[in-house]
């Protein structure tokens, strides 16, 4: 009896196998270590492997796959409704095999090492960046605790930084200078940290070609447009534009019954650092729509005179997504509207 179907759960050091045969019939269950993974399926006469899209998911594909077998990676959310009862790793092996077989799964793309690689640059900065405003707040929260108010903008903090390195000043005690000081160099670390990740992040994105076309749609930069190659593996996946501004979570949250349509809330399914950095390039195009009068931006501009403003910028990061998507889909560079030509065309 051959094994066609393999449902596979990984772990950190106990992974659980569910094999079945071309009729379904379950053939085989076993409890392998980490360091049996690639011989097991070395033996192994090439089948569907089936894996949940979770950490080190992404690293098993490859291995799996250089030894000739088909992974396919799925959303840990699309394989929890087929676990029939309790959470054991061999139920959630079997669950993982039968979702794998079914006609309307939807796959996750394998990354490659590199991909991973540019998003851990990413995450890296998003990390520091959250340190670096907690060191701000601090210092600001400590400074106030003094009368000692600075403007708004981390870069009115070295306004701040100013009165707590002048020796003279006397507004600072002894004892708040040495611990503020303290804070004031851990900023100091974190920004250049933050610096030289934002550098290697922009070489990369300047040694990309599907990255540098991508930073010419207004409202992406670099870092915007890095993210998005390193996120997005395969672009034909999705159907159309729509499909995939939905999928990064820019879409309303569908709420529908009896025939009558309610929208809500935008969903915020999706990649949530990719979410976040479409909105605020929208911010800032809404920024150049209010000082500059261009043609592409009359359709912001007329929506902003309806709609608050927050709700303009989700708008035009759906809107950005789109445009984002049409350019990775027909591999074209961005155009800006033309004067006198309309927004439908």
């Given at each position: 009896?051959e094994?066609t179907t393999?449902?596979?759960?990984?772990?950190k050091?106990v992974?659980?196998?569910?094999?079945v045969?071309?009729?379904g019939?379950?053939?085989?269950r076993?409890?392998?270590?980490?360091?049996?993974?690639?011989?097991?399926?070395?033996?192994?006469?090439?089948?569907?492997?089936?894996i949940?899209?979770?950490?080190?998911?992404?690293h098993?594909a490859?291995?799996i796959?250089?030894?000739?077998h088909?992974?396919?990676?799925?959303?840990?959310?699309y394989?929890?409704?087929?676990?029939?009862?309790?959470?054991?790793?061999?139920?959630?092996?079997?669950a993982?095999?039968e979702?794998?077989?079914?006609?309307t799964?939807?796959?996750v793309?394998i990354?490659?090492?590199?991909?991973?690689?540019?998003l851990?640059?990413?995450?890296?900065?998003?990390?520091?960046v959250?340190?670096?405003?907690?060191l701000?707040?601090?210092?600001?929260?400590?400074?106030?605790?003094?009368?000692?108010?600075?403007?708004?903008?981390?870069a009115?903090?070295?306004?701040?930084?100013?009165?707590?390195?002048?020796?003279e000043?006397?507004?600072?005690?002894?004892?708040?200078?040495?611990?503020?000081?303290e804070?004031?160099?851990?900023?100091?670390?974190?920004g250049n940290?933050?610096?030289?990740?934002?550098?290697?992040?922009?070489?990369?994105h300047?040694?990309?070609?599907i990255?540098?076309?991508?930073a010419?749609?207004?409202?992406?930069?670099?870092?915007?447009?890095?993210?998005i190659?390193?996120?997005v593996?395969?672009?034909?996946q999705?159907?159309?534009?729509?499909?995939?501004?939905?999928?990064?979570?820019?879409?309303?949250?569908?709420?529908?019954?009896g025939?009558?349509?309610?929208?809500?809330?935008?969903?915020k399914?999706?990649d949530?650092?990719?979410?976040?950095?479409?909105?605020?390039g929208?911010?800032?195009?809404i920024?150049?729509?209010?000082?500059?009068?261009s043609?592409?931006?009359?359709?912001?501009?007329?929506?902003?005179?309806?709609r608050p403003?927050?709700?303009?910028s989700?708008?035009?990061?759906n809107?950005?997504?789109?445009i984002?998507?049409?350019?990775?889909t027909?591999g074209?560079?961005?155009?800006?509207?033309?004067?006198?030509?309309?927004?439908a065309?």
């Amino acid at each position: 009896m051959e094994i066609t179907t393999i449902g596979l759960d990984i772990a950190k050091r106990v992974f659980q196998v569910h094999g079945v045969d071309a009729s379904g019939k379950a053939i085989l269950r076993r409890k392998l270590q980490r360091a049996q993974i690639l011989k097991f399926f070395q033996d192994l006469t090439p089948c569907v492997v089936g894996i949940e899209a979770c950490g080190t998911a992404h690293h098993w594909a490859r291995e799996i796959t250089a030894v000739g077998h088909e992974v396919r990676l799925m959303p840990a959310s699309y394989v929890k409704p087929y676990v029939k009862r309790g959470k054991t790793d061999a139920a959630d092996a079997e669950a993982i095999c039968e979702a794998v077989t079914r006609p309307t799964m939807r796959f996750v793309p394998i990354k490659t090492a590199e991909q991973q690689a540019v998003l851990m640059l990413h995450r890296t900065r998003e990390l520091l960046v959250r340190q670096r405003t907690m060191l701000v707040n601090a210092l600001r929260g400590h400074m106030a605790e003094l009368g000692i108010i600075a403007p708004q903008g981390i870069a009115r903090v070295a306004d701040l930084v100013a009165v707590l390195m002048g020796e003279e000043t006397t507004r600072v005690p002894p004892l708040a200078r040495l611990a503020l000081r303290e804070l004031v160099t851990e900023l100091e670390g974190v920004g250049n940290r933050v610096d030289a990740i934002e550098a290697a992040i922009l070489a990369w994105h300047k040694d990309n070609e599907i990255s540098r076309r991508l930073a010419t749609i207004p409202g992406v930069g670099p870092i915007t447009a890095s993210a998005i190659v390193a996120t997005v593996t395969y672009p034909a996946q999705f159907r159309s534009a729509r499909q995939f501004a939905a999928w990064i979570g820019l879409v309303p949250k569908q709420n529908s019954s009896g025939g009558k349509q309610r929208q809500g809330v935008i969903s915020k399914q999706g990649d949530r650092n990719l979410r976040r950095l479409l909105v605020l390039g929208a911010t800032a195009v809404i920024r150049h729509a209010r000082t500059q009068t261009s043609p592409g931006t009359a359709w912001l501009r007329g929506l902003l005179e309806r709609r608050p403003v927050r709700l303009a910028s989700v708008a035009q990061a759906n809107k950005t997504a789109r445009i984002v998507w049409a350019l990775l889909t027909t591999g074209e560079s961005y155009r800006a509207q033309a004067p006198g030509q309309t927004a439908a065309a």
